[in-house]
């Protein structure tokens, strides 16, 4: 793919005005991983591929409509990444062979819920970037196999409710940290991002559109129906992730990690794990104290540890 | 042309450079990994132009390969046994989005136990997927079979991915000579991959494989997949007689041997067929009127060329290298539902036989010729037979007793 000219995001108003995603899709009212995508999609232009595994997203596409102006498919759970490859490889082909003019190249953008990437699709992930594959990977992490009704994955946070971590302590697990797994591939781009920061997404987009090879988005996908919480706040949601350092937001390349948004006063985990029914046992009927000392000693330590500040 | 020494796998690893395959994405996998390597030292040499890559499973590999030629290039790729199975997902899948392309799979017995031996349950497993399959007895068929299979595969009126099927080790590890198709005849007769409507661009929309809502709809799509695969019976005799025309050997879609006048006849998939070949020789010397009937194309399932070739023979005995569990022989089934109703239809035997590469002798072909005309005279139906000797037996004994010797010394200690 020949690396676009970069717009500059520098305040909102840079953003694009309108959507290119179609309207009407079957998503959830207020899903934070259909704002990354409209997001992503507006930037990246017509010209992309979407090649998607089974999740949330699959129904984007229901024949015989699609909300995309460029390519969509879909492959299966597993193997969204390795779809990708055969989509690049044959344009390559093609360009090389020149039976594709330049100006027909194509930007391929894998699409997976976090069922797929921190799990089952995780070796053709990994295999993707062994072979320095020139793609996007967009990660939409609503923290549980969504699609099926939010039962938990390796991306459910300690203590979260789902439909099959439904005690009174939530999931005992904790969240998987795709970000250093992915990382630790040397791929030539790897971010944490969420649609309730859309300059800081747009940003990433516009930087990595400037590279090649493996590039991963994991973007925070606040879930109305999976997180039990009113669709209006879920742009509240986000930015309380952000703000209160549940999810940081953050860059890979070249070998270093640098956080693209730092709070200089984290707001208390309460604010953001209140809003959420899945963490309603937290203070209900009483305040867990020890539970959310413990989450909250968890997003401390990270910020700790991390030489950002 | 050339002639060639070559093993089976050579020989479909020339197939393929000779159909001018864009796309290789590959795993290695015994008894198929010879192929891989051939492309791959052919790439690297500048000899072939096409790019391999290795992707991390089967699973991933078939995706990328259907992936490739919905985006406009000609893919080949190549497994085997468990890999086929990992990979089966995807081989149902790409089958539904009508890309055209040849996967090889060298067949080998499935786990457990495992083993690295031929059979050919690997292959029953993609049966019902959608996939086209060919199954060789020979290397020179090997090459020739991927020739023909692009050509079916891409044919306007199938559309659908095909399977060239060779035995592990039988096939996959024999020498033999191969005539090697003139490059520029074999590009004249395969041609140039039509991607048709399939090919991902820059500014036009094209979704694949999206999802259905409801049964209707579903259905629609299924039925249209079958009644492609059906349609590559009609396609395939067109293309075999061409290709007998270019290259003189002919390929039809049953291969029959002695079957004129054949009073009583062997039925066998691959190269295991060779001994049935020789047993109908050995049977003839013997005053038999014996035939072998060999169908190269098992999908689509060339039931009318069955029933016309059976009809009016006393006996058929189904040789199956494979195993339904619970039910028997997938081929004598098969066999049983395409002559169900007809008239004379031939008694049917079924037999299992060549799991795990175990060979079928001489003998037994004679035992089963003699059950065959046994059942013919009394006009009582056969029982559906497990072929093991005694010999075997006693072997097997010997190795339980030494598991039973080893597993009490380790629970004296």
């Not at chain 1, 129906?225 to 703000?243: C, F, H, M």
Request: charged fraction near 20%; include cysteine; glycine fraction near 8%.
């Amino acid at each position: 793919m020949i690396k676009q000219s970069p717009v500059h995001f520098h305040r909102m108003k840079d953003m694009p005005s309108t959507h290119l995603l179609g309207t009407g899709t079957p998503m959830c009212a207020g899903c934070g991983g259909l704002e990354t995508l409209h997001t992503m999609y507006d930037i990246l232009g017509r010209k992309t591929v979407f090649v998607n595994a089974a999740g949330c997203m699959t129904l984007l596409s229901v024949y015989p409509f699609t909300p995309f102006h460029g390519g969509w498919l879909y492959t299966s759970m597993a193997s969204a990444p390795a779809g990708a490859q055969g989509v690049r490889d044959a344009v390559d082909i093609l360009l090389q062979k020149k039976k594709l003019p330049v100006e027909e190249d194509v930007e391929v953008v894998v699409v997976t819920g976090d069922g797929a990437a921190y799990g089952m699709g995780m070796s053709a992930t990994s295999g993707a970037m062994d072979r320095n594959l020139d793609f996007i990977y967009l990660c939409y992490d609503n923290e549980g196999y969504g699609n099926t009704g939010q039962q938990y994955s390796a991306a459910t946070p300690h203590a979260a409710l789902t439909s099959t971590s439904k005690g009174s302590h939530g999931y005992p697990g904790y969240k998987k940290d795709l970000f250093s797994i992915w990382a630790a591939h040397n791929p030539a781009y790897v971010a944490t991002v969420i649609a309730a920061e859309p300059l800081d997404l747009a940003k990433k987009i516009e930087k990595l559109q400037t590279m090649s090879g493996p590039r991963m988005l994991i973007s925070l996908a606040p879930c109305p129906t999976g997180w039990d919480y009113d669709p209006k706040l879920s742009v509240e949601i986000g930015r309380l992730a952000v703000q209160t350092g549940v999810w940081p937001l953050k860059e890979y390349i070249d070998g270093e990690v640098r956080h693209t948004r730092v709070a200089k006063q984290r707001k208390p985990v309460d604010e953001y794990l209140q809003l959420q029914g899945r963490f309603k046992h937290l203070f209900e009927p009483h305040r867990d104290k020890q539970g959310i000392a413990e989450i909250q000693a968890r997003v401390d330590a990270y910020w700790d540890k991390t030489d950002a500040r | 042309m050339t002639r060639k020494l070559l093993t089976g796998n050579s020989a479909a690893a020339w197939g393929a450079r000779l159909a001018r395959v864009d796309y290789i994405p590959a795993f290695p996998i015994t008894p198929q990994t010879e192929i891989i390597e051939d492309l791959a030292a052919w790439i690297d040499r500048g000899e072939m132009e096409a790019r391999l890559v290795t992707l991390e499973s089967e699973h991933s590999m078939i995706t990328a390969a259907g992936a490739a030629a919905s985006s406009g290039v000609r893919a080949f790729t190549a497994t085997s046994s468990q890999g086929l199975l990992y990979g089966m997902e995807m081989v149902y899948t790409v089958a539904g989005w009508r890309t055209p392309f040849v996967m090889v799979n060298v067949s080998r017995g499935l786990a457990s136990p495992i083993t690295l031996e031929s059979d050919h349950n690997d292959i029953m497993a993609a049966r019902d997927s959608g996939f086209l399959q060919i199954h060789c007895a020979t290397c020179q068929e090997i090459a020739d079979s991927i020739l023909i299979a692009y050509r079916l595969a891409e044919h306007p009126d199938v559309r659908m991915p095909a399977i060239v099927n060779l035995d592990g080790f039988y096939l996959s590890f024999t020498r033999e000579p191969v005539d090697l198709a003139n490059a520029s005849k074999a590009q004249a007769f395969v041609g140039e991959y039509d991607p048709e409507n399939l090919q991902f661009r820059g500014n036009s929309p094209l979704s694949q494989a999206m999802a259905v809502l409801g049964g209707g709809p579903y259905s629609y799509f299924r039925y249209e997949a079958h009644l492609a695969v059906q349609r590559a019976l009609t396609v395939y005799e067109e293309i075999s007689d061409e290709f007998d025309d270019i290259f003189g050997r002919r390929y039809d879609m049953i291969d029959c041997y002695h079957m004129d006048d054949a009073e009583y006849v062997f039925v066998m998939l691959g190269s295991f067929s060779t001994k049935a070949r020789d047993a109908v020789d050995n049977l003839r010397a013997a005053g038999w009127k014996a035939g072998l009937l060999r169908p190269r194309l098992f999908r689509p399932f060339p039931q009318q060329r069955i029933r016309q070739l059976l009809q009016g023979r006393r006996a058929v005995g189904i040789i199956d290298q494979n195993i339904s569990m619970g039910m028997g022989g997938v081929l004598h089934s098969e066999f049983a539902t395409a002559l169900y109703g007809l008239k004379d239809a031939p008694l049917l035997g079924s037999y299992i036989g060549g799991l795990g590469g175990r060979d079928i002798n001489q003998r037994e072909f004679f035992a089963i010729a003699d059950e065959l005309k046994q059942a013919y005279d009394s006009g009582e139906s056969l029982p559906p037979r497990l072929l093991y000797t005694q010999n075997e037996l006693t072997e097997m004994r010997k190795l339980q007793a030494i598991a039973r010797a080893e597993h009490a010394e380790i629970h004296q200690t």
